[in-house]
C-alpha cells in the first residue's frame, strides 16, 4: 500500500456511516457469543464446502460453544477466504484476539474472550462506534410490527419478496390479512393490502422497499383482468401454472413499483439469485445464480417509474457493465454496492473502478454490509475502503492529477453522502 | 506511471495515425463552438442521468452559449466520469484552459476562450496537428453524394444500418430508389441497387462498409424465394410479421456481405446495441444492450465469406473473450477498437491486455474514436495510449523481457499498421 | 516483479508436481523433431489465423523440417502472443536457444539445435526433470488397452466424450463392442459394457473420467424406458431426432457418473465447447465457444451425485465466477485449471485471484497443461506459477499479512497437494 493509499484510506476510516441494507434483527443486533458470528451462513456453508456434513454443522441443541468447536476444525480449509479475513478483522480489531489463525489449540481462549466482550452491557454501541455507524438499515418482513426498537437508529425497510413469489403459499396470505387487517381474495383488494403495508411501514419512518430477484424474472405491467384471473387460479387452492404463477408475480412487483412512486420510497432491486438450487446445502447455503440475465428485463419498468429511484444490485459480476451503463442511461437507476457472490476483492475493485468512471457520482452507492449480526460491517466496509481507496489513488490522484481532497471528497460521497440523498435519512 | 512506461507513450504519442472510425461531418468537422463539445450524447445523457430533465438540456432554439450555461450547471455530478476526463484535456490541450475544474464561476472564460481559438480559420489542421491524425475515416448514410471534401483526407465508408434494418419504412425505400437511380420492388432490383452503392462508394474512395447490429441479429444465407416473400410483405404497405421483416434484414445483410467480397471491401460489424430502450432519453442517449450475445451468431457468416476481413466491435466487455478467441481461429475476423459502454479504462485494459496476449498482431485495430467531432480525437487516443503503453510495458519490456524497440513496434502496428493494412488505406 | 514475488516464485518452482491433465501419448510422449512443438495446433491456427492458408500448413506428405520452414514464415506476426513466449521458453530452456526471435534466418540453426537435443536416448526423462514433472494424466480413448507404458508415470484416465456425443456413429459402436467383449443393443447392454470399460480403466490404475461438453448440453436423469428408446432410435441407422440424440447422450452420461460413484472417479467434466465452428480451420483449431452457458445446467448432477467429486473447467472466463460460487457451495465442485480460451495471462490472473478469495483451499486445482507433448509443461506451469505468486504476493504476503511461508504452503496445496487429494494419486 503507498503512502497515498494510506492516506486516503485514513480520510475514508474517518468517516461516519450509514449502512443502507443488513438483515439487523434490531432487537438483538449485536452477537451474544462467537457461535453467532462463526453461524453466519459465510462459515457454515464453507465449512460444508470443505467437507464437514450438513448435519455436524447443524445438529440440534448444540450449544454455542460445541458448534463454534466444530465449525473451527474447517477453518484450517478456510483460511485464504476474504470471509476467513473478515472474521480475524473481527477478533483483532474486536475482541483484542491478535493470533493469526484460529484452531484447536486456541478457539477456546478466543471464545472466552469473545464472550467477555458481547456480555459488557454496552457491546452494541461499543461495535457501532468502533464501525463507524451511525444508522443501519434493516430488511423487514412485511408484517413486521416495527415496534420496540429505535427507528432512528435501525431504520425499517420492507422486504417484498413473500409478497411477490409465495403468495399461494396460504401461511403467507394469512400473515398479510392479518397485517393489512382485511380480507384478500382479489386483486383489489390485494392491492389495498399492500397500500395498508406501505403506510404502515412509511409511518414508522421506512426508507425503503426491497426486493431479491431470481434470473428469469421480468416485471411488466398486468392489465386487472388478467391479475384478477391469475389471483384467483393462485388463490384456488389447486396447482396455478407456472404462467399464473408469474403473472400473479408481475402485478404484485408492478404494484409495488406504484406504490413507491405514490410514498416516495427507493425501490432496491437485487437481481439474480436463484434460490434452493443446493438443496441439502446448509440453512442460507443454498441458493446460486444463472449469469444469463439481463437489465433488459426491466427496460418496461425503468420506463415506466422514471419518479421511482431503483438502486439495483447485481448478483454476477459479469452484469456489472450492464448495471454502469443502465445507470449513465438511467436518471432512476442508482449502483449499489457489491452484493454476495460479487462480494469479493477481485470483483469488487473491477466493479468500483468501471463504476466511478462512468456513472455520475450521485449515482452509486458505495457499499452496504449485508449483515446479520453489528460484527460485520467493521471489516466488510474495512475491505471495500481499501479498494475504493487503491482505486481513488491510482485512477484519479495519479492518473487524472486530481489533489487529495477532491479524491476524499469522491470517497465521502460514495459512503454516506449519497445514501442520505438517495434514502433521504 | 514508470519511466518505462513514459518512455514508450513519448512514442506511441509521436505516431501519426488514422482513425478508422468516426461520425464526422466532413463539410464541418470541426466545432465551432464549445456547444459542440458539451452537445455531444455523452454530457448530455450524462447531465439527464445525474438528474437534469430533458427539456432543459434539448429546449428548443436555445443559442449556444445558454446551452452550455445549461450543461455547466450538471458537470459537478459528472466530474469523476472518464467522459469529463475528456473535456478537461480538450480544455486544456486545444484551448489553453488550465482550471482543474468547469463550473458557474468559470464556464464563460471557457467559452469565450475557446470560441477565439475555433474562430480561427485553420482550426480545423490545428486540431489535426495537435491530435496527430492524418486520416479520418466517416460513416456515410448510403444516399450520401460524398461531394464537396477531400476524401483523401476524410475517407467515406458505407453506414448500412438503414438498408438492413429500415427497409419497411417508405421514406428509406424512396431515398434509396433516388441514390441508385432505379426502382425497387423486387429483391432482385435490390440487390442491383446495392450494387449501385457500392461503386458510388468505392468510386469515391471508401474504404470500408459499416453497421452496428442488435444483439437478437444473426445473419444467414436467405434463398432468392424467401427473398422475394419476405420483401413482398414488408413492402406491402401492410404490417408486416417479425420473422418476414428478420428474413429481409438477413436477406440485405448477406447480400452487403457478398458485394464486400466483390468490391474487396472490409465490413465492420459493431454488435450488440439495442436501440431505444430508454425512449424518454436525450437524443442519441436512449440506447442500451443485452450482453447475452454471443459471436456463434455469426458462425454462418465467416464461413460463408473468408474472403472479406469482418473488423468486429463488441459493445460488451463481457463479449471480448468471444472476439478474441474468434479471431485467432478465423482468419477473417479482426479485433476492432473498444466501443462506446465498453470504451472506459477499466475495461480497455483488460479487453487490450487480452488481445495482446492471443490474437495475432496484424489482426488488431487498436482504436478509433467514433468522434462526431474532431476535437474528441486527441482525449480518447489519448487515453487509449495510456493504457497500451501500461500493457506494453508491463506485460511485454517487463513480463517477457522484451527490448523497447519491439514493444513501440508493436504499438505502431496496431495503432497505425494494421489500419493501413486492413484497410489499404 | 519485487523481491518478495521473486521469493515466493521460487519457492513455486522448487515444487515436484502431478500434471492432472494432458493428451500425452504415453508411447511418444516427448517430442522427436521441432515439427512436433511448432505443429502443436495452438501455433497452426494462429499461423493460419494471421494469414497462412490451410493447404501451405497441412500440406500431405511434408518432412519435418520442411513443415516448420513454411510455419516459421508466420511466426512474425505471431510473436506477440503468449503461445509463442512459451515456445521460446521452451527454445530457451530445452534446447539452449537463446534468440530473442525466430525467423528465416535463425529458425535451420534451432531446428538442428533441438533435433540434437530431442535424439538424446533420456530426452523425455531430461524433459521431466528439468519441468518438475512426476507423474503425468493422460486422456485416453475408452477402447485404449493402456498397456506398453508406465501407468504409474503416466496415469490413465477414462475420456468419454466419443460415448457420450457418438454413438450415432457405427464404427464407436463397434469399438465399444470390442473394447466390452460384448453385444451392444439395449440400454441394458450398454450400461454393462460401460461398467466393463470402468473396470478395465481402474485396474489399469486410472484416476478420472473426464469429458468435454457443448454450452447446450445439460445433464439430467433418463428413465430405462426413455433411454432404451433413445438407444433404438438412433441404434436404427436411420437418422434420429436431436431430441432421441440428446437423450440418449444424456443416458450415456448419467450412467458414467454412477459408475464414477461406484468406483470412485472424480468425473473432469470441461464445459463449453461448440466443436467444428469453424469448419475450414486446421486440424484442432476449428472449435470455439458460446459463452451463454451456466452451471445452473448442472444442477441436477451435482445433487444427485454428492458422492462424486467434480473437477471443473470452464472455456470461458466469463464462467469463471459461477465455477468459484459453486464450488463455494457445492462440496463436490471443485475449481480445475484454466482451459484452453481462458488459459492466458489476463485471464489466469483474475480468476485465480477470485478463486483463492472465496473457494475453500481444499477445492482448488490451480493448472494442468493440458499438453500433447511433455516439452509445453515447463512454459505452461512458469506461466501459472508467475502468476500465482503475484497473487500471494500482493493479496496475501501485502494485502492480508500473511507470513511468506503461510502463502507458498497456500501455493503448494493449489498445485500439488490438491492433485495427490482429489485425484488419490
Chains 1, 2, 3 share one sequence.
Not at 158 to 176: I, P, W, Y
Not at 285 to 297: A, E, H, K, P, Y
Request: charged letters at 25%.
Amino acid at each position: 500500500m503507498t503512502e497515498l493509499e494510506r492516506n486516503l484510506l485514513a480520510e475514508l476510516d474517518s468517516l461516519v456511516l450509514i449502512d443502507p441494507h443488513t438483515h439487523i434483527n434490531p432487537h438483538a443486533p449485536a452477537s451474544s457469543t462467537l457461535a453467532d458470528i462463526l453461524g453466519y451462513h459465510y462459515y457454515t456453508e464453507l465449512a460444508h464446502s470443505s467437507g464437514m456434513p450438513r448435519a455436524h454443522i447443524e445438529a440440534p441443541g448444540l450449544e454455542p460453544k460445541d458448534r463454534v468447536g466444530r465449525l473451527v476444525e474447517a477453518l484450517e480449509q478456510l483460511d485464504n477466504t476474504i470471509q476467513f479475513h473478515w472474521l480475524r478483522t473481527i477478533c483483532s480489531e474486536l475482541f483484542d484476539f491478535e493470533d493469526e489463525q484460529i484452531g484447536p489449540a486456541n478457539w477456546e481462549r478466543l471464545y472466552d474472550l469473545s464472550l467477555k466482550k458481547m456480555s459488557q452491557p454496552d457491546w452494541e454501541n461499543e461495535v457501532l462506534r468502533k464501525s463507524g455507524l451511525e444508522k443501519v438499515f434493516l430488511t423487514n418482513e412485511f408484517d413486521d410490527p416495527l415496534e420496540g426498537f429505535d427507528t432512528n437508529r435501525y431504520v425499517p425497510c420492507l422486504r417484498t419478496d413473500d409478497l411477490v413469489f409465495k403468495l399461494e403459499d396460504a401461511a403467507v396470505r394469512t400473515r398479510l390479512e392479518k397485517a393489512a387487517g382485511s380480507a384478500v381474495t382479489t386483486a383489489g383488494h390485494l392491492k389495498k393490502a399492500i397500500g395498508t403495508l406501505f403506510s404502515h411501514f412509511t409511518g414508522r419512518g421506512a426508507r425503503a422497499c426491497a426486493i431479491s430477484l431470481p434470473p428469469w424474472f421480468s416485471p411488466g405491467k398486468v392489465e386487472p383482468a388478467e391479475a384478477e384471473a391469475a389471483l384467483a387460479a393462485v388463490f384456488s387452492g389447486n396447482a396455478a401454472s407456472t404462467e399464473q404463477r408469474q403473472q400473479l408475480s408481475r402485478f404484485v412487483f408492478w404494484t409495488l413499483a406504484e406504490f413507491c412512486a405514490e410514498f416516495q420510497l427507493p425501490f432496491d432491486l437485487m437481481i439474480g439469485v436463484n434460490r434452493r438450487v443446493y438443496e441439502q446445502g446448509v440453512f442460507q447455503g443454498q441458493d446460486l445464480f444463472d449469469m444469463r440475465v439481463s437489465l433488459i428485463q426491466y427496460r418496461e419498468l425503468f420506463n415506466a417509474f422514471p419518479q421511482v429511484m431503483f438502486p439495483v444490485s447485481v448478483l454476477g459480476h459479469t452484469s456489472n457493465q450492464e448495471l454502469v451503463s443502465y445507470a449513465w442511461i438511467f436518471p432512476n437507476v442508482i449502483t449499489n454496492g457489491h452484493w454476495w457472490y460479487s462480494n469479493i476483492p477481485t470483483y469488487i475493485e473491477m466493479d468500483t473502478r468501471s463504476r466511478l468512471e462512468a456513472v455520475p457520482r450521485n449515482k452509486q452507492i458505495g457499499y452496504y454490509s449485508d449483515m446479520y449480526k453489528l460484527e460485520f460491517a467493521l471489516p466488510k466496509f474495512q475491505m471495500y475502503r481499501r479498494i475504493l481507496a487503491k482505486a481513488l489513488a491510482e485512477d484519479f490522484v495519479v492518473g487524472r492529477r486530481w489533489p487529495e481532497i477532491r479524491a476524499i471528497e469522491l470517497g465521502r460521497q460514495v459512503l454516506r453522502g449519497n445514501v442520505e440523498q438517495i434514502f433521504k435519512v
